[in-house]
């Protein structure tokens, strides 16, 4: 079972992929929803909104402890953002998971906002379309990062160790290669790890 | 290639919205309040419904000077509003760097005969509709994010039901009927058969679907949430309150939760008052704002 943050944002459209892979998912609301689950996805959204609906909820402590666990957590744009080490100069909070440097609508204002087709070598993907909404930008990234794709001269997307974060939205299209390609590369090798 | 301002990039920032609730506000320090209790975004406007019901006179888009203020006090988008039919307002809106345009009736329109052509921008915009054709017209020009009419600034949720509920019986309706009849189906309706055929095959509209229009208490935005809306808009009910900042919080939290009576009710408790809430059949039909717009 994979959770899906449900706090705000685009939890229905991740939820919308796992359907047609057939993996089944739960929404995560409250801190109880996180039991049992063998991975998590943090979708986009507003990271500072998301933040605020964690305290209010007392959510942040119990992810941060999924986090830590082990299991494989995916985190697409304000996902990103909240798995950063350092945001922006502001020092906005965040779970830290990779010891990257994130800035926040890097791109500008919704107007700015673009489509493009990129490849993830690593997962073997090529084409994979993708929205870049308000997206975030990765300022500083330390050499252990495995980059997973790149825009021009920016890394757009990363993974080290359980952790995968993509600055943009690959759940916004009908396209389903980056989410299988996410759980046979990130979550089935745990999960048979865990099973044996 | 770069794609930019296309109606799945539109889209994309409303399903970034859902689950979340939007505020309108009218200077700096109430769009922090909002953002502070977990707003998904923002409307920035000159005066909440409520004040423009009470002051009558033409109501306009926001000075940019405001909107300005507002864009620079918090990091959430930031919508605002014009005329329906005023395209120059909204071309000043998209100068401005705005996230989101709501056409809105509950502004004065600046044409009776004519919605904005919405595909010759690059921003997204929000419409009202009180019906399923209505919404597919908005759609038809461009609208990327539906949202209810209800009655603005009455605290009186039963308009915005009344649409929410027309919306899903006419989608329903429209399943049951064969593919045979979509052209007629679509020249009854008053809207574009290309249209009326994708929600007759998908069973829904083919954007987002927002509550707005008489939402005041925590209650009311689950109510919303469980007829199918997939986020609220709140206007006056919020700054029209005792304690805007408590009650902002709770409609957030009675949203995320809607499915939850029992957070619904902790979200509902000592919240102050609520804002004085205006019977439909006691508005002068004249002032109706529902009835803007076609």
New interface residues.
């Given amino acids: 079972m994979i959770g899906i943050l449900?706090?705000?944002?685009?939890?229905?459209?991740h939820g919308k992929i796992l359907d047609k892979l057939g993996l089944p998912y739960r929404q995560v609301?409250?801190a109880r929803d996180l039991e049992g689950l063998e991975a998590l996805i943090l979708p986009?959204?507003?990271s500072?909104?998301m933040l605020?609906?964690m305290d209010?909820?007392d959510l942040f402590e119990p992810l941060a402890r999924f986090g830590a666990s082990g299991k494989p957590v995916l985190g697409t744009?304000?996902g990103a953002i909240l798995m950063s080490r350092h945001v922006d100069q502001s020092g906005q909070r965040s779970f830290g998971w990779l010891p990257v440097s994130i800035e926040?609508?890097a791109y500008?204002?919704?107007?700015?906002?673009?489509?493009?087709v990129q490849d993830i070598p690593a997962w073997n993907l090529t084409d994979v379309p993708a929205?870049y909404?308000?997206a975030p930008r990765f300022t500083e990234l330390p050499a252990d990062v495995t980059v997973l794709s790149r825009l021009d001269g920016d890394v757009t997307g990363i993974s080290r160790h359980q952790f995968t974060a993509v600055t943009y939205?690959p759940e916004?299209m009908d396209d389903v290669r980056f989410h299988r390609a996410w759980y046979q590369y990130q979550v089935a090798p745990l999960s048979a790890g865990a099973a044996s | 290639?770069?794609?930019?301002?296309?109606l799945?990039?539109k889209t994309?920032?409303a399903?970034?919205?859902?689950?979340?609730v939007i505020m309108d506000v009218v200077t700096p320090e109430q769009a922090k309040i909002a953002?502070?209790?977990?707003?998904?975004?923002v409307m920035a406007l000159e005066r909440v419904p409520a004040d423009i019901r009470r002051q009558g006179g033409v109501a306009r888009m926001s000075p940019p000077e405001l909107i300005f203020g507002i864009k620079e006090a918090v990091?959430?988008?930031v919508m605002a509003k014009v005329r329906i039919g005023h395209f120059v307002e909204a071309q000043i809106l998209?100068a401005i760097?705005?996230?989101?345009i709501d056409e809105s009736e509950v502004l004065t329109p600046a044409d009776e005969a004519n919605h904005i052509w919405k595909h010759d921008f690059?921003?997204?915009f929000v419409c009202g509709a009180t019906s399923l054709a209505e919404a597919l017209r908005r759609i038809g020009e461009g609208a990327a994010l539906i949202r209810t009419k209800g009655e603005a600034g009455t605290g009186n949720v039963v308009e915005a039901v009344r649409h929410m509920r027309q919306i899903n019986t006419e989608i329903a309706h429209l399943r049951s009927l064969d593919h045979g009849s979509m052209m007629t189906t679509a020249k009854n309706m008053g809207a574009p058969v290309s249209l009326v055929k994708l929600v007759a095959e998908q069973g829904k509209l083919p954007v987002p679907n927002f509550a707005a229009g008489g939402v005041a208490t925590p209650a009311d935005a689950a109510l919303m949430m469980q007829l199918g809306a997939?986020s609220v808009f709140v206007g006056s009910g919020i700054f029209k309150s005792g304690d805007p900042a408590k009650r902002a919080?709770a409609i957030?939290?009675a949203t995320?939760?809607y499915k939850?009576p029992r957070m619904v009710m902790e979200a509902s408790r000592n919240l102050g008052e609520a804002m004085v809430g205006i019977n439909i059949s006691d508005i002068p039909e004249g002032e109706l704002l529902a009835g803007r717009g076609w």
């Fill in positions: 449900a706090l705000q944002g685009g939890f229905e459209a609301r409250l986009g959204g507003e500072t909104t605020k609906l209010i909820y744009c304000a926040r609508n500008g204002s919704q107007r700015e906002s673009f489509r493009e929205l909404i308000r939205h916004l | 290639m770069k794609e930019v301002g296309t799945e990039l994309g920032l399903e970034m919205l859902k689950g979340g953002e502070d209790a977990g707003a998904a975004a990091t959430i988008p998209e760097g705005i996230d989101f690059k921003t997204p997939e919080q957030v939290k995320t939760h939850d």
